[in-house]
């Protein structure tokens, strides 16, 4: 992600890649690279983390410390984390999103409209994402975010279900199954199914690479520079548009 983030920030002019964090150096940037964020010597706006969930809690009390916003697009974060994003929140500007996609952001939108037509008729909701086989998490937080989003617009009134194997008995009504599978090169699939009596409606995200994660990424620290402290998503970056 660092390299597609660079690519995409040399092709507009209204950004600078100013320095790098990476502990792993091998490729030559016009920047300088620092093993740790505490190492930059480098004045910035805001910083972009796709890293490691491992190495999150440094970074957040990193930008507690000298108050600088900060892009999270790092996932599986433990519920400690998602605390300590809730307390940096109060010192500096933080952008967490499950999913920095466009496309993606504005499905949140589209699922829910639909969930106040489809639920309230009947139909079953059902979520299957896909992703590469070297993707630690499942399912994945997007997954996760659309159940959220949908479930939000159902007044929290259904139950997850991640694995039907160990049961034998009917699908209850109030329920969101998330599947994931894991495979090959795959960038990232998501399907939400409305599935009705004699009817089914899918809405369908596919990512075909990388780019449209970086892609959001900048116009999300495009957006969030000099924002004052809070929590702040990408559904705010597309509404400023």
Do not use: W
Not at 15 to 36: C, H, M, Q, T
Not at 60 to 88: F, I, M, R, W
Not at 133 to 158: C, M, R, V
Not at 202 to 226: D, N
């Amino acid at each position: 992600m660092g390299q597609t983030i660079t690519g995409i920030c040399a092709k507009d002019d209204t950004v600078e890649i100013v320095a790098g964090v990476d502990k792993y150096k091998g490729i030559a940037n016009d920047y300088p690279v620092f093993d740790s964020v505490d190492e930059c010597n480098v004045d910035y706006d805001v910083i972009i983390d796709f890293s490691n969930a491992a190495a999150v809690d440094g970074l957040l009390n990193y930008c507690k410390t000298h108050k600088k916003p900060v892009v999270l697009c790092t996932t599986g974060l433990s519920n400690e984390q998602l605390a300590l994003v809730d307390q940096v929140k109060n010192s500096t500007a933080v952008l967490r999103s499950a999913n920095m996609s466009l496309g993606i952001n504005t499905l949140f939108d589209l699922c829910q409209k639909a969930t106040k037509i489809f639920a309230e008729a009947g139909f079953d909701i059902e979520i299957v994402e896909k992703h590469h086989n070297q993707k630690l998490d499942a399912p994945s937080g997007t997954a996760l975010a659309l159940a959220d989003s949908i479930n939000e617009a159902l007044n929290e009134k259904y139950d997850y279900c991640y694995n039907r194997s160990e049961r034998r008995e009917k699908r209850p009504h109030n329920e969101i199954g998330i599947s994931a599978v894991r495979g090959g090169t795959i960038v990232g699939d998501h399907d939400v199914i409305f599935a009705g009596e004699d009817e089914v409606i899918t809405i369908s995200h596919t990512a075909y690479s990388k780019g449209v994660f970086g892609k959001g990424a900048v116009e999300a620290a495009k957006f969030l520079a000099g924002k004052p402290a809070g929590l702040y998503d990408m559904k705010a970056v597309i509404e400023a548009k």
